[in-house]
């Protein structure tokens, strides 16, 4: 490999690197998913995330129309699936819900959002 062919390589690997090191745990999929009305009511919410998560520093709440919390107040990263965190649900009425997630990835990156579903059976 010539000098510049290995500046290249190199330089190209610093890059990657420095992009891995500032990754960030986003939502890539939930169910029910972001702005859904679903007709029967759900026994969990459950997210995918784009890296791993750490399992003490992530959760995720539900929230009625009123405010009070009608998850279990268990959330759990999936074992086997690092990406996945879920959590269960008290039985929901016909309504509107607020799911609010955060999530800190291995590098100890945090991030927090949420969204709404619609129950209308």
Not at 18 to 43: E, L, M, N, R
Not at 47 to 54: A, G, K, R, T, Y
Not at 60 to 74: E, F, P
Not at 83 to 100: D, E, F, I, N, P
Request: include cysteine.
């Amino acid at each position: 490999m010539t000098r510049c062919g290995l500046f290249a390589a190199l330089a190209f690997a610093g890059v990657c690197a420095i992009g891995s090191a500032f990754a960030h745990a986003y939502p890539q999929t939930a169910t029910p998913a972001a702005g859904s009305t679903v007709q029967a009511a759900p026994h969990a919410v459950s997210i995918v995330f784009d890296d791993e998560l750490e399992p003490k520093f992530s959760g995720i709440q539900v929230l009625n129309a009123k405010g009070a919390r009608v998850d279990d107040g268990h959330a759990v990263v999936v074992p086997g699936n690092p990406r996945q965190m879920s959590v269960g649900l008290k039985a929901l009425a016909a309504g509107t819900y607020k799911v609010m997630w955060h999530a800190t990835d291995t590098d100890t990156h945090r991030t927090k959002g949420s969204y709404s579903f619609i129950v209308k059976p």
